[in-house]
């Protein structure tokens, strides 16, 4: 017998057409280079991709070509992950914190044919230029500096549409975008998107016991749209048609704050450094900004217990999520389910830094090597997923079969634990663990800890040979200005919280921890600088 249903397929014009029909007058807010605001409605946007579209396909893009962008969280960013995918291009984000070299291989690896690039990013684009062979360069015109010779002004670009744009069919497997991982070794890896799974994607993301975001939200979306589309968040915005509030560059707390405040920001999302500033700030001026309740997604690294239970004192609403590129990225998010609400607060905080549960059609498993781990909450295992938004392969790039299982689940790299209720908690990169005396050590829990001393701003544990035990725990710890603490004062305060053989013999102070260029703490370089510890 066969269904009686409809076969649409899911494709990103549905979503930029009921944009533009049913919520023409939800604003669009970016803040400009020059910290101006650029303040435009759903309608402007609508007419605006539609005219890119066209303007791309005028100029000779064929389906499944890509188009790079090199860009800030602005409008016209937002036009380009509209009006690139319907025309049936490829939305290739460019990770504007790499290094040249890295972003010119991953455009010749990626065979892009257009790049957007703001003018405010033309510096990079000349850094690069020589490096790459890119057919046709469009400049965003930000910053009113005239746009160089030899190139095309985006806005001259977009006036070369006519109005007269019907979308392609595109069948929903056709490409939507690509973006390559950070990996900290080795080289960048592609991950294609396909309109199906963004559009899966953000049906899930915007659900209530997700991200729960609705058509009245305000939504900032600090993390870059060159770091995994921006959580794909973007597109669950248009999708809902709420008001999008783009901070452009400036990423300080101070500038988030100010938005948060004039544009009555609800919902925002980033990496935990970027909240660790906006906390500072508002610890330093309690009274400054007139903020409304907001949720504030936290993913890309753990987002320490501390650090939740400080905003909740601003009413201020920390939700933990994990994802991955090849994810989509979203895989987890820990809200307390209805049947745990009268465990006690200290529970309840533990549950909100987990890193939750995971999110409708991701299927998650913890694999060690007697197979799948149970639901205890403490036998650890490789966090493996499987989902309609979960990457199948890597492009052009056979040679990392590896990290599928033979029956089709990627292996996610990170080691986790996951309790009865289906709370998954990340103990570590599986390079990151550290096995001492045979036994394993979780640097994320240590950090964690660490992390909730009132003087440490941030810590970082990484595993360095030792010659009985061989490897033991070492922490790097950047402490608050002003700020003071012993190592032994440190071991004190975390000897109640963690077993014994945990407490790190060696605590150093530095200046600050290294990162990778989406923020997350550069463990190998420390694990270089550190490496030849004298464990006198
Ligand atoms: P990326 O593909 O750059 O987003 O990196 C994905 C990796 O970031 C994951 O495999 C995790 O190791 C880490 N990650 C992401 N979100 C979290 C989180 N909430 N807690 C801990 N680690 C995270």
């Known amino acids: 017998m066969l269904s009686t249903m409809m076969h649409t397929p899911l494709t990103l014009s549905h979503l930029l057409e009921r944009a533009g029909t049913l919520f023409p007058k939800s604003e669009i807010v970016t803040r400009m280079p020059d910290k101006s ?6 309608a402007d946007f609508y007419r605006r991709a539609r005219a890119l579209a066209e303007a791309l396909q005028r100029a000779g893009l ?46 010749n690896h990626a065979e892009d044919r257009f790049l957007i690039v703001d003018d405010v990013l033309l510096k990079l684009y000349e850094a690069i230029k020589g490096h790459i062979n890119v057919e046709k360069v469009i400049v965003v015109p930000l910053s009113g500096q005239p746009v160089p010779a030899g190139l ?23 490409p939507l975008g690509m973006c390559y991982t950070s990996g ?21 993301s915007a659900l209530p016991d997700v991200l729960n975001l609705a058509q009245r939200d ?26 999008l509030a783009m901070p452009g560059p400036h990423l300080d707390a101070v500038n988030l704050l100010d938005l948060y405040e004039s544009e009555q920001v609800t919902k925002t999302a980033g990496v935990p450094t970027i909240w660790m500033g906006v906390l500072q700030a508002l610890q330093k001026e309690p009274t400054r900004w007139k903020l409304l309740p907001m949720e504030m997604v936290v993913g890309g690294s753990a987002a320490p217990e501390a650090m939740i239970r400080a905003f909740d004192a601003f009413n201020l609403t920390v939700l933990h999520a994990w994802g991955m590129t090849e994810m989509s990225p979203l895989g987890t998010v820990s809200r307390v389910k209805g049947n745990l609400a009268d465990e006690d607060a200290d529970t309840a905080y533990a549950r909100r830094a987990s890193q939750g549960i995971s999110v409708p059609l991701v299927d ?8 799948a781990v149970p639901w205890d909450g403490t036998t650890m295992g490789e966090l493996e997923v499987r989902g309609p938004w979960v990457a199948a392969s890597y492009f052009k790039l056979e040679s990392e079969r590896d990290k599928w299982s033979a029956d089709g689940w990627f292996r996610t790299g990170d080691v986790v634990t996951i309790d009865a209720e289906g709370y998954v908690k990340i103990t570590d990169r599986t390079k990151d663990l550290i096995k001492s005396g045979g036994e394993w050590i979780s640097s ?28 033991r725990p070492l922490a790097a710890i950047v402490l608050k200005e002003g700020m ?17 053989f945990w407490l790190p013999d060696a605590i150093v102070f530095v200046e600050e921890i290294p990162r990778t260029s989406t923020g997350k703490f550069l463990k190998s370089q420390l694990r270089d600088k550190f490496k030849e510890w004298s464990w006198e």
């Open 62 to 107: 064929q389906p499944g070509d890509r188009v790079a962008t090199l860009s800030w969280n602005t409008y016209a960013h937002l036009e380009a992950y509209f009006g690139i995918p319907v025309a049936g291009g490829v939305l290739h984000t460019l990770n504007l914190r790499l290094h040249p070299t890295d972003i010119a291989y991953i455009i």
């Open 37 to 42: 605001i650029h303040r435009y409605t759903y």
């Open 364 to 371: 998650v498993r913890a694999m060690n090597e007697n197979g």
């Open 218 to 243: 305000v939504l900032t979306p600090v993390v870059p749209m060159f770091h995994v589309m921006a959580w794909g968040l973007p597109f669950t915005g248009v999708m809902v048609g709420c008001k």
């Open 152 to 174: 095309t002004s985006y806005e001259d670009f977009l006036a070369t549409a006519t109005g007269d744009f019907s979308y392609p069919d595109l069948p929903e497997d056709a």
């Open 444 to 471: 994320l829990d240590l950090e964690n800890a660490l992390m909730g001393h009132p003087a440490v701003r941030e810590a970082a544990v990484i595993a360095v040979a030792h010659p009985r035990w061989d490897e």
């Open 184 to 204: 900290t070794t080795g080289h960048p890896k592609g991950v294609v998107y396909s309109h199906r799974s963004t559009i899966l994607h953000s049906l899930g």
């Open 484 to 500: 003071s603490v012993s190592a032994e004062e440190l071991r004190d305060f975390l000897a109640p919280k963690v077993a014994k």
